[in-house]
């Protein structure tokens, strides 16, 4: 069943002409309830904080991801320069203290290339010019001085074994994190929905509030004078037209601070789906609302299946379990192979151009025999005095907490479901029967008017039934936006969109709501 009452409101300009006494010299913006959800779902501090963690565990996952992908450094040393004084032990005697120094000028290139299985190779050249002193203490200080080229080309091997993948656990736990962070950040988008739902009716209500009292004053306004008219023709006492005066200035009172409250709603609007405080705007909605049967079985399945808090628990378990992962290997058994093998040519010449050196260096590559070698080592922890196993059950105790946060999610999510579904068909009850009343007071009210201008109605009773009307008006708008709150709270509770039978978690939900 579809019900309208085509009731348009746009607020802020008229009630500050009458506020004020002014006209505009521009008219406002104007927003209406689906803008205000684009606007705050791209520009709120909510979402934009949220998409900034998701950013953050997104440039995380990128670097895991990065960590299997090879990796080239330099490093330049242009120069790099000591003095300094070194001992010499000397067998038939007391050390001697002569000053060395060095000034070396070049650099090293180095290609590492990570292994799936954890390890890495990695290549490196080094090639620099060194040019040496010594000052011999013995020797009344001589200064001894040449000129050396250093070359080398390395190839290195490191493979952890009996452990864990250490790089592919990293991945995984950065994937988890962002897996999290997109959940929550999709979360976020859906209460901000809500949110702005609340921030928009509760900006509604307060804009009806004043237009409320402004109808309340111009009906005042109209007793006092039709009052007046009838108390000099003596058809009513001169008190009825006292009393019509001071609910006059009751009515002006009542708009002034509605309209203030009206002003705060609309800062607290603003700051909420993030436009400029300054900025000025109006709101158009229209009191319209659709009736559904909703099952409560397919609520709860859907939420089941479709809320984010659920999916956060499971990667929070999977997180923790990388983390117990860790801990147990405090104490595991753990082995390592590396192995090296590198060509050095130093030059053989005391002096000459930085050309001749290098050229040296390179012929004592084939003359002097390469460096080599190859490690394997296991190491395993006796005893700890029970610091990992300590380690162990803290994280075990972490694993099972999760899980139990898991099991009262799902119970809470159950409960939310089975309460929003009640408080759905309760709010719809009520508003239709606010709606009925409001159109009995409204034909009363009239009524009751034209009996006052005839002389059978006092100007209390008549007082009486415009504060009813005003009653049964502020009802059923409170029915109202109960109603709208509650159907925009069962959205969010189940992630399901009953108007249009899909899930709020479509890859392009959001972009088609743009």
Do not use: C
Not at 173 to 178: S, T, V
Not at 198 to 224: G, P, T
Not at 288 to 315: G, H, P, V
Not at 361 to 384: A, M
């Amino acid at each position: 069943m579809r019900k309208k009452q085509s009731i348009f409101t746009i607020i802020l300009s008229n009630i500050f002409i009458f506020f004020h006494g002014s006209v505009w010299s521009q008219s406002p913006r104007v927003l209406t309830f689906e803008e205000a959800i684009n606007i705050a779902l791209n520009r709120s501090y909510t979402v934009k904080s949220y998409q900034e963690r998701k950013t953050a565990m997104q440039q995380s996952f990128n670097y895991y991801q990065a960590q299997f992908k090879p990796q080239l450094d330099i490093h330049i040393f242009t120069p790099q320069w000591s003095e300094r004084v070194v001992s010499v032990q000397r067998p038939d005697g007391l050390p001697v203290y002569n000053s060395n120094g060095s000034m070396q000028i070049g650099g090293n290139l180095q290609f590492t290339y990570n292994l799936p299985t954890g390890g890495n190779f990695v290549l490196s050249s080094l090639m620099y010019r060194d040019n040496l002193t010594t000052t011999l203490a013995l020797q009344d200080y001589v200064r001894l001085k040449t000129d050396k080229a250093y070359t080398s080309l390395s190839l290195s091997f490191t493979q952890p074994i009996f452990t864990a993948n250490r790089l592919r656990e990293g991945l995984k736990e950065a994937e988890y994190l962002y897996d999290l962070s997109s959940s929550n950040f999709t979360q976020s988008q859906m209460d901000i929905i809500y949110q702005v739902t609340e921030a928009f009716y509760a900006l509604y209500r307060a804009s009806r509030v004043v237009e409320i009292n402004q109808e309340k004053l111009q009906n005042s306004e109209e007793s006092y004078r039709v009052a007046q008219l009838m108390a000099e023709s003596g058809r009513i006492p001169e008190g009825d037209v006292l009393s019509n005066e001071v609910n006059v200035a009751r009515d002006r009172a009542d708009l002034s601070e509605s309209i203030g409250n009206l002003d705060r709603e609309k800062d607290l609007f603003k700051q909420l789906i993030g436009i400029d405080l300054d900025e000025d705007f109006q709101i158009l909605t229209d009191l319209q609302y659709d009736t559904f049967s909703i099952d409560l079985e397919k609520a709860i399945e859907e939420a089941l299946n479709n809320r984010l808090e659920l999916q956060a628990a499971e990667l929070e378990i999977e997180i923790q379990k990388i983390a117990l992962s860790r801990a147990k290997r405090v104490r595991e058994l753990r082995g390592d192979i590396t192995a090296y093998y590198d060509i050095t040519g130093v030059s053989t010449i005391g002096t000459g151009t930085t050309q001749a050196l290098f050229q040296s260096s390179f012929d004592n590559f084939v003359d002097r025999p390469p460096n080599r070698g190859i490690t394997f080592t296991l190491s395993y922890p006796i005893f700890d005095w029970g610091r990992g196993s300590a380690r162990v059950q803290q994280e075990e105790a972490n694993l099972r907490l999760e899980e139990l946060d898991r099991e009262n999610i799902r119970t809470t999510i159950i409960r939310e479901v089975r309460d929003i579904v009640r408080s759905v068909k309760e709010a719809q009850n009520r508003l239709q029967i606010h709606e009925k009343n409001q159109e009995v007071a409204q034909r009363s009210y009239e009524i009751s008017r034209l009996r006052f201008e005839n002389g059978d109605f006092t100007s209390q009773d008549l007082g009486v039934e415009q504060e009813r009307l005003a009653e049964t008006q502020l009802n059923y708008l409170d029915a109202f936006i109960t109603y709208q709150k509650a159907v925009a709270n069962l959205r969010r509770k189940t992630m399901w969109d009953f108007k249009n039978n899909r899930s709020y978690l479509m890859d392009d939900y959001f972009q088609e709501e743009e």
